[in-house]
């Protein structure tokens, strides 16, 4: 759609313009001829300010626009004659200058006219009043002479002013006066005392009355009032002093505000409280003022008129006034005339109802005159508030005037009837977009005008015709509802207007939006202070909707603080403090709806220190502590802590006495005696502590004997001859009063002897000396002062020194068990040699040598402690076949004894340990030598070796077993036979007669051919593992450039790598990736450099690349490059005859062609050429000789333009020495976890260099090389 849209909001504020748009009278295009219409008046009581000109509005419309005159106090109103008065253009309004006039000279009853040729509209009655601010008659006031008690009244009585001034009482300083339930101000200004007091007394009482319209405070001379007390008034029942008797009445208007006031004299002072006897008070239009001396009730109704009760009581008795209200009501609307437009031929009705009280009286007017005195009109009917015109005529158009009144007001409406024969046409503009929320009504326009009144039809999507009924509804003036929109009430709207004269349409977009909602709300938080407050609001809208994300604090903006920090989707708050507390509210507006969620923030901290500490109920052992808590800031306190503070024996060091719950402000505190305290509280709540309060006054209790005795009372020991007793000393809290000292008593246990004793003083132990060693005493300690002593102190055990064993342990006894463990036995020592606390036996033993070793080769001593008294211990991890001694010593608190005679005993024999080395030398294609070294540990008399081997094939399938048996003196083996280019493994291990030890493996690879193979330059090397994951980690070389590493590997993890570096280099290592399968692995490391020594190691590595087991690392040295020894298939007698049959053949072929050429003839093979020009059939180069390249079916490419070399052998390039060329071609050299597959694979070798077991015949263009 090309056609310019007008974007429309639709929601609820709409729905109010579109009532009132209904409500009010029908419009008429201003290009259409209609009579005036008043658009604009002043209001009906005009108070003026004499210092500013006077402007009294007119304004209207109408086609043509109309003309205005005004009349004043019923007359015209000559606005041309008088300079001081200006109507401004094209307006009725008027301005009139008063600049050195006096304004009452223009005071009056004002009306304008606005006429044109269709009719006269007439304003409202416009009274003009000059505002005025008469000053206070002067008078004289004598002093007011009262006795105490006694009510009284000051009268202001302002001048009448206009409007009424403001009343209030101040004094001299200007300060308003105080007022209360015994002082008030009446509605009238008097000031009222329902009793006065010797304060009352002053000589400054001023009424002061202020003028709203000229700014001006008019003030009543000083009122004095003398209180007396010569004979002051006794209490007394209320009554009333305004309004006066049991009863009154009053009058108010509806719309407007009823006052009801009484005022009430007694001793004590009376209280006001209001009652409607004939129903309940309008509580949402009631309020109490003056202190519930006045009742106000706004928007008076009829239902307000009734008895209204005001009772004043105090505590002698009670008074009632009853006021009754009558409600009266100028006219007011129920239905105001409204404009007609009529066709020519028809018919319409005016109505003018009003009510009120009492009922109005109606009359009407026509053009500003009244009916009655207007010409005749057969068309016109008038029924009281109704006229009925029938049957009208072009040129009857007119303005109708509806004037009711009553004794307090009037009401005034205009109301143009216009006869127009007028087209249909739309007023509202094409295009409309209406936008709404889902769920929400929507109200399309269709505002139209036409004479007959057009009717509306409307269309959806200019198809289907919308009839009124759910879920539309077409309004009277053509707007169309939709009562709950929803999405598929979107689209495109037609309205046609349409009458006799002609049919007129309009088409509006309708489009119904998602709501706003929040979908996570903000939720109540608690911080403490200084912290950080974060409250979410996350909004789902309409994305065709900018939303705006807006925050509130208590209903208002947030505070302009850098501490706010507002995000798209939440609300930050940092270093939160007490002023943030208060209600948070994030709104998400849209330009069509809106949505919003509250949450409170809360901040707490610790509580304030409680404040004003008493000491009360003194007592020499106690007294009692009050306090007044501090402010919980939020939290509520959980407890109180009563700390103390000793100044007579710890000055400056407060100690915890004692805690209370947290809704409790006393304590009761018991007390020792002799110390001077002080008392502080700390509140505690949720957040923490408070700040200690602030410390009490200083409180001392009188001395007093100890109460308690020293703790922790103990008797030992340090010596052989002597008895320390020690304690834990008495705070100087608990010494009770000045002189503390310790009474010390002791004896020895089970001896009849008196108890010897010692004071000492400022001391926690006591040493007895000339003790018998370690004897039993009974100890006890008692603490004295200069008031008397503690209580009977408790006797407690302890025992002299200890000393060294005299003796060792007796009948020592070995009982071998077997060639690692023996038991030891012996006789326990006597208790008096003991001379201490038994603690145990110490074993002390050593291997002096092997039973197979002539010389003696003592090894470290180890100690064994069997603790108590045992009899028996085990020694365990014996080495068998060997000679031990030992000798055993008891253990006492004091120290070791002296050691039992050495005793010595044998191990038998046992199974050897692991042979020290095995090693794989001179490796060939079916022999090898193996090379072992004897146990370390032979744990008895070796009786041979044991060889295992066996076969392991490509897929790691192990092979039969062949064993060997070896005598104890052997050390080497050459094993024949075997298969060449196959891996083996070998086990091997140790005998004595007690059986076989444990078993050390190898592997070892023979070789393909030795043409290619060098010898290691140096041995294998076993090389044990940092770690249980590898085992059997071996290296070979392999050729000039190659080496193979060999491992077991045990570990869980995957991730194996061989790393390599150049010994003494510092780059980093070499890293290549090998499957980590458990058991045996191979691999073989490729291009390494001729003459270089390399440090190899294989590691395992987890996800993060981080080394977790790694093997020791290999040094392998690779040989100088050297001529291959490999057998020259040149020197062969059957490969000489066979290249020479070959060379000849090719020779007689070659002398043909060469004919056949000098000849101009054509061979087959050059025919084919031109035929085909195959691009990898190359002609041989003129320059060098050389054929070009040959491709058979078997894929094997010779180099190009290859040379023989001079020596008559094929040189390698750089790849040939990788084993890829001993292998089954260039792929598939290693499996999947990376080893080596030509090792165990038993395929047939393809290449002609090997020379046995060659399937393939040799390539023509290689031999011919090889041949010339």
């Known amino acids: 759609m090309d056609r310019k849209r007008k974007w429309v909001l639709n929601s609820g504020a709409l729905l109010v313009i579109f009532l009132g748009r209904m409500t009010t009278g029908l419009e008429v295009p201003l290009d259409l001829p209609q009579p005036p219409t008043i658009t604009h008046q002043s209001s009906k009581d005009f108070i003026i300010d004499p210092r500013e000109n006077i402007l009294i509005y007119c304004e209207a419309k109408g086609k043509p626009h109309p003309s205005f005159s005004w009349t004043r106090n019923g007359t015209h109103f000559d606005v041309e004659k008088d300079s001081k008065v200006l109507m401004k253009p094209s307006s009725g309004t008027l301005v009139i200058d008063i600049s050195g006039e006096k304004a009452e000279a223009y005071e009056g009853i004002y009306q304008c006219t606005a006429r044109n040729e269709h009719g006269t509209a007439v304003s409202n009655n416009i009274v003009i009043r000059q505002s005025r601010s008469p000053l206070w008659s002067k008078e004289r006031k ?19 002013g206009l409007p009424p001034p403001i009343i209030f009482w101040m004094d001299n300083n200007f300060q308003r006066l105080p007022q209360n339930t015994r002082v008030s101000q009446a509605l009238n200004g008097d000031l009222y005392f329902s009793n006065v007091l010797l304060d009352d007394t002053r000589n400054d009482y001023i009424c002061y009355a202020r003028f709203p319209h000229t700014q001006t405070i008019q003030q009543k001379q000083p009122i004095t009032v003398k209180v007396l007390d010569n004979s002051p008034s006794g209490e007394r029942r209320p009554s009333f002093m305004a309004p006066p008797g049991r ?58 008129a009734g008895d209204y009760r005001c009772t004043a009581k105090n505590s002698l008795g009670s008074a009632h006034h009853i006021i009754k209200v009558n409600v009266k009501a100028a006219p007011f609307w129920i239905s105001a005339p409204r404009n007609l437009i009529l066709a020519p031929k028809e018919t319409g009705i005016l109505t003018c109802r009003v009510s009120g009280d009492p009922k109005p009286q109606i009359a009407w007017s026509v053009n500003g005159v009244p009916i009655e005195d207007s010409p005749k009109d057969m068309s016109r009917k008038v029924e009281d508030a109704t006229v009925i015109l029938s049957d009208v005529q072009t040129g009857s158009s007119a303005v109708y005037q509806c004037n009711a009144s009553n004794e307090f007001g009037y009401l005034l409406a205009n109301a143009f009837v216009n006869v127009l024969a007028e087209a249909p046409r739309v007023l509202t503009p094409p295009n409309n977009v209406y936008q709404v929320i889902t769920n929400n009504p929507a109200f399309l326009d269709c505002a139209s005008f036409g004479s007959p009144i057009p009717t509306i039809t409307w269309f959806k999507d200019s198809q289907t015709s919308i009839l009124n009924r759910d879920p539309y509804v077409i309004h009277n003036n053509g707007t169309l509802e939709i009562n709950v929109a929803q999405s598929l009430n979107s689209g495109k709207y037609t309205c046609i207007a349409s009458n006799n004269l002609g049919t007129r349409e309009n088409h509006v977009y309708l489009e119904v939006k998602e709501p706003t909602r929040i979908l996570a709300q903000p939720e109540y938080m608690v911080v403490q202070r200084n912290r950080k407050a974060v409250f979410e609001c996350k909004v789902k809208h309409d994305p065709t909707l900018i939303p705006t994300m807006n925050w509130l604090k208590d209903n208002g903006e947030l505070p302009d603080d850098e501490r706010f920090l507002v995000d798209t989707d939440s609300l930050t708050i940092n270093d939160v403090t007490e002023e943030d507390e208060g209600t948070y509210t994030c709104v998400m507006n849209t330009t069509l709806d809106q949505d919003s969620a509250s949450a409170m923030l809360t901040v707490v901290e610790e509580p304030d220190p409680p404040t004003d500490l008493e000491l009360t109920d003194q ?58 305290y002080s008392f502080r509280v700390l509140a505690v709540n949720h957040v923490g502590y408070s700040r200690p309060s602030q410390p009490s006054r200083q409180y001392r209790t009188n001395p007093a004997a100890p109460d308690v005795n020293p703790t922790d009372v103990h008797g030992v020991g340090t010596e052989h001859n002597n008895l320390v007793i020690s304690w834990k000393e008495l705070t100087g809290l608990q010494s009770n009063g000045p002189g503390l000292q310790y009474k010390v008593n002791w004896r020895q246990k089970d001896v009849e002897e008196d108890w010897s004793s010692e004071t000492v003083a400022n001391a926690s132990k006591y040493v007895v000396s000339g003790t018998p060693t370690f004897v039993p005493y009974e100890v006890k300690v008692q603490a004295v002062n200069d008031y008397g002593n503690g209580p009977a102190p408790e006797a407690v055990e302890g025992y002299s020194g200890e000393d060294v064993p005299m003796s060792a342990p007796e009948s020592v006894q070995v009982l071998v068990q077997n060639g690692t ?36 080769q003592q090894e470290e001593q180890q100690v ?15 080495k068998p076949y060997s000679l031990y001694t030992l000798n055993i010593r008891v253990v006492n608190g004091k120290g070791e004894g002296p050691p039992s005679p050495n005793h010595n005993f044998e191990t038998p024999e046992g199974v050897p340990g692991p042979p020290s080395f095995l090693r794989i030398k001179n490796t060939n294609m079916d022999s090898l030598t193996l090379e072992w070294g004897p146990p370390q540990d032979n744990n008895g008399r070796l009786t041979g070796y044991t060889l295992k081997y066996q076969p392991v094939n490509s897929s790691n399938e192990l092979g039969p077993v062949e064993e060997m048996m070896f005598p104890a003196n052997e050390t080497t083996v050459i094993l024949s036979d075997l298969k060449y ?35 290691p330059i140096v041995d294998v090397v076993k090389v044990h593992s940092i770690g249980p994951a590898f085992t059997n980690v071996n290296s070979s070389v392999v050729g000039e450039e190659g080496a193979v590493i060999s491992w077991e590997y045990f570990g869980p993890d995957k991730n194996v790598y061989v790393e390599y570096i150049v010994e003494n280099s510092k780059e980093d290592w070499t890293k290549e990736f090998v499957n980590g399968s458990s058991g045996s692995q191979t691999y073989l490391i490729k291009g390494l450099k001729p003459g270089t020594s390399y440090r190899v190691r294989v590691v395992v ?8 087991h790694s093997t020791e690392e290999l040094v392998i040295t690779l040989p100088e490059a050297m001529k291959s020894n490999q057998v020259d298939l040149a020197t062969q007698g059957w490969f000489i005859g066979l290249m020479c049959a070959i060379a000849l053949l090719i020779l007689v072929l070659l002398i043909i062609c060469f004919i056949k050429r000098n000849k101009g003839g054509k061979y087959p093979v050059k025919e084919k050429e031109d035929a085909h020009h195959d691009p990898e059939i190359q002609p041989m180069k003129d320059d060098d000789g050389t054929f070009g390249e040959y491709s058979d079916t078997e894929d094997h490419k010779p180099l190009k333009g290859s040379r023989t070399p001079s020596n008559g052998t094929v040189k390698r390039d750089d790849s040939d020495d990788s084993l890829v060329d001993y292998g089954e071609g260039g792929d598939g050299q290693f499996n999947e976890d990376g080893s080596f597959i030509g090792q165990y694979s038993g395929k047939k070798e393809k290449d002609t260099h090997e020379g046995n077991e060659s399937s393939e015949a040799p390539s023509p263009v290689n031999a011919m090389n090889s041949f010339v």
């Open 142 to 160: 004598e002093a007011i002479m009262v006795q105490v008690g006694v009510s009284l009244v000051l009268q202001c009585r302002p001048p009448a």
């Open 247 to 304: 009863s009154s009445t009053q009058m108010a208007l509806r719309g407007g505000v009823l006052e009801l006031e009484c005022i009430a004299e007694g001793l004590p002072t009376p209280e006001v409280s209001w009652y409607k006897e004939s129903g309940d008070l309008p509580s949402s239009r009631m309020s109490f003022h003056n202190f519930q001396k006045t009742l106000k009730i706004a928007d008076v109704m009829e239902a307000d």
């Open 619 to 676: 007592r020499e052992r106690s007294v009692q502590l009050t306090w007044i808590p501090g402010d919980e800031h939020n939290s509520p306190t959980q407890k109180f802590l009563v700390q103390y503070e000793d100044l007579l024996h710890q000055a400056g060091v407060w100690h915890n006495l004692t805690e209370e719950e947290g809704t409790k402000t006393t304590a009761h505190l018991d007390l020792s005696p002799y110390a001077y």
């Open 821 to 856: 463990l023996a038991e030891v036995h012996w006789e326990p020592v006597l208790t008096s040699v003991v001379r201490g606390r038994l603690q145990g036996y110490k074993v002390s033993y050593w291997r002096e040598r092997s039973l197979h070793q002539a010389e003696a």
């Open 864 to 878: 064994l402690a069997f603790s108590g008294n045992r009899t028996d211990g085990r020694l365990p991890g014996l």
């Open 981 to 1015: 280019s196959t891996r083996y493994k070998f086990y091997f291990n140790a005998k004595t007669i007690k059986g076989s030890g444990p078993t050390i493996t190898e592997e070892a690879v023979t070789i393909m051919d030795e043409a290619f193979i060098q010898q």
């Open 1101 to 1108: 590595k987890d996800h993060s690349e981080a080394t977790i």
